[in-house]
């Protein structure tokens, strides 16, 4: 028997048991990675060479997505097909075993990661804005990718000219299933390389959750864990703003602290383990009401026309970065202006100089690790001192890095250079007429954020003067989260009142599942609700 799990249009995904007739203990499986886009910039390379009792398996079939490798058997093989559903109620069922599968996909995936193998090829200049864009998709939904650069790529070049792409149409991106796409949408590319589906229009799920943030998340993992079917949707990637945090040092329990990365990549793995679906990018657009023609169903609308059913939704679309209110920003936004602190940002400003402006913690944070790779840091504070906003321990730890240079009372007055490329930076003091020029070519920014409730508008749900969306807690007969409208939740950041910390939007999102049992045993008539024990 010859197996061939193939990864390109491969509409069923599975986990291999293989096992080798004890006479023949030699035959073996090899695991190759087969991307067709790989074939076309790179050599295929072998992964691993599975022999008797051993598993494969990706972490991408957890959720019936696209394995990332091909499995090929060298010879013939016995081998045990485990569809997704059943693997996901065996890691469930046997703790064990279930802990030892699931260490394995993880560590797999990451392998693939730091490789860089298995998913799309980029290929555009690595400080063009739209590469920037595209890899830092990729990155935060925990896929790999390749970026080759033309200038310095013979692979890159050839594919360049074989498809005819002439330089203003860089960035292109090579999917596994061979397709071409010219600087594509973050939309368009996620469709390409399969993360993300079509939904069933017909379904209806017992809750949809707006937003994979820690909140999101929390309820995704408690709620598909007490046997409700759940649909998460996030508009970029899982993590939200804590998936943007260079380390998360005050979650309880990692004493050493952990990566927001890590964090939440491992809560999105937890949720998708317990059946939770997730589309993810999808834009949510609108809330229409407990639908006329069925009282028991509300209705998301999702920026691509589709539609979602559910019998309860939870708010959880927290909070975005606030721009600074300075003329000429977009220009250099996605190549020189940052929102975000990661590896791939650290990377592009190595050994330069750069600004920050921002006096919260996440601004300490984001100072405190890109002091590690700058030559320089300009920490712009408006306040008088950093201690009226960040916490003790990354005040001390910003005082004691001596790349670090805090300006007080200051604010940004220019941005200079051309359509992409920041050149200079001027900013003023309060107390001083002077203007300070240097030449920076990056520029942070964390001033803050602002609820993301522009897709709530007409849905009838109560916010408050900030937009932040209001919960009537315990009182007017509601449940605990529950907005003015009867079956729809906040939490977490987007909620008036929360405090805007990992550990209480993961707090309200556990809370909220109790508060759907209640209402859906209220209101379902033929309960599939299976109530917490
Ligand atoms: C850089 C940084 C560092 C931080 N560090 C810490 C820390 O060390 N410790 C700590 O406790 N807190 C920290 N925080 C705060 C913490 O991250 C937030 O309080 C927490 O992430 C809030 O979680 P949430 O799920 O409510 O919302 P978010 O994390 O904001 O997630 C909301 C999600 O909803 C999605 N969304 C929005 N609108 C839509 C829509 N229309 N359709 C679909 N999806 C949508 C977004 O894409 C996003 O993924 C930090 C924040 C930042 C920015």
């Known amino acids: 028997m010859t197996l061939c799990a193939r990864a390109d249009g491969a509409k069923r995904t599975f986990s291999l048991w293989s096992r080798t007739r004890k006479s023949t203990p030699q035959r073996a499986v090899g695991v190759l990675l087969t991307s067709r886009t790989a074939d076309l910039a790179r050599p295929r390379v072998a992964i691993v060479t599975h022999g008797p009792g051993a598993f494969m398996g990706e972490l991408a079939q957890l959720a019936c997505r696209r394995a990332l490798v091909d499995a090929y058997a060298s010879e013939a093989v016995e081998a045990l097909v485990i569809p997704p559903d059943r693997l996901r109620a065996l890691l469930i069922a046997e703790a064990e075993l279930g802990e030892r599968v699931m260490r394995a996909l993880i560590l797999r995936r990451v392998g693939l990661l730091q490789a860089g193998a298995g998913g799309p090829v980029i290929i555009g200049r690595p400080d063009n804005g739209d590469v920037l864009r595209l890899e830092g998709f990729l990155a935060r939904n925990g896929h790999p990718r390749q970026t080759l650069n033309p200038d310095a790529d013979l692979d890159a070049k050839a594919l360049i000219e074989r498809f005819n792409v002439d330089p203003g149409q860089l960035p292109i991106v090579l999917c596994p299933s061979g397709q071409l796409l010219r600087n594509p949408g ?21 809750v949809a959750v707006v937003g994979a943030g820690p909140a999101g998340l929390a309820t995704a993992v408690y709620a598909a864990s007490e046997g409700l079917s759940v649909l998460v949707l996030d508009s970029r990637a899982f993590g939200g703003q804590a998936g943007a945090s260079s380390r998360i040092e005050n979650y309880l329990g990692f004493p050493t602290g952990i990566t927001g990365m890590a964090l939440m990549a491992r809560a999105y793995t937890q949720a998708q383990k317990f059946g939770a679906e997730m589309a993810i990018p999808t834009e949510v657009i609108g809330l229409g009401g407990r639908n006329d023609a069925d009282e028991s169903r509300f209705i998301l609308n999702l920026s691509n026309d589709e539609r979602v059913s559910a019998r309860a939704v939870v708010i959880a679309s927290g909070a975005r970065y606030r721009r600074l209110e300075i003329a ?55 306040g008088a001192d950093l201690n009226a906003s960040m916490s ?127 209402f859906l045993a209220a209101t379902t008539r033929d309960p599939v609700v299976r109530a917490p024990a």
């Open 186 to 206: 973050e939309i368009e590319l996620a469709r390409c390389i399969g993360l993300v589906g079509p939904i069933d229009p017909d379904r209806l799920y017992d």
């Open 392 to 518: 003790h321990y990354l005040v001390d730890r910003i005082a004691g890095l001596p790349n670090v240079e805090v300006v007080t009372q200051a604010e940004i007055s220019g941005l200079e250079g051309g359509v992409g490329t920041l050149e200079a930076i001027r900013w003023r003091q309060r107390m001083s007429a002077d203007e300070v020029r240097r030449p920076i070519r990056h520029l942070f920014l964390f001033i803050g954020a602002e609820p993301n409730t522009d897709w709530l508008s007409g849905s009838g749900v109560a916010l408050d003067d900030k937009g932040f969306v209001l919960t009537s807690g315990d009182g007017a007969n509601r449940h605990p989260l529950e907005t003015n409208r009867r079956g729809i939740f906040a939490i977490g950041d987007v909620r008036a009142g929360s405090v805007k910390r990992v550990a209480a939007a993961v707090g309200e999102g556990a809370h909220a599942v109790a508060a759907l049992h209640a």
């Open 328 to 382: 000429d920003l977009e220009k250099f936004e996605g190549s020189s202006v940052h929102y975000w602190a990661s590896p791939l940002e650290a990377k592009l400003c190595a050994k330069q100089e750069l600004a920050l402006v921002g006096g919260g913690n996440s601004a300490g944070q984001a100072t405190v690790y890109l002091a590690d790779h700058a030559s320089k840091v300009w920490l712009l504070v408006r």
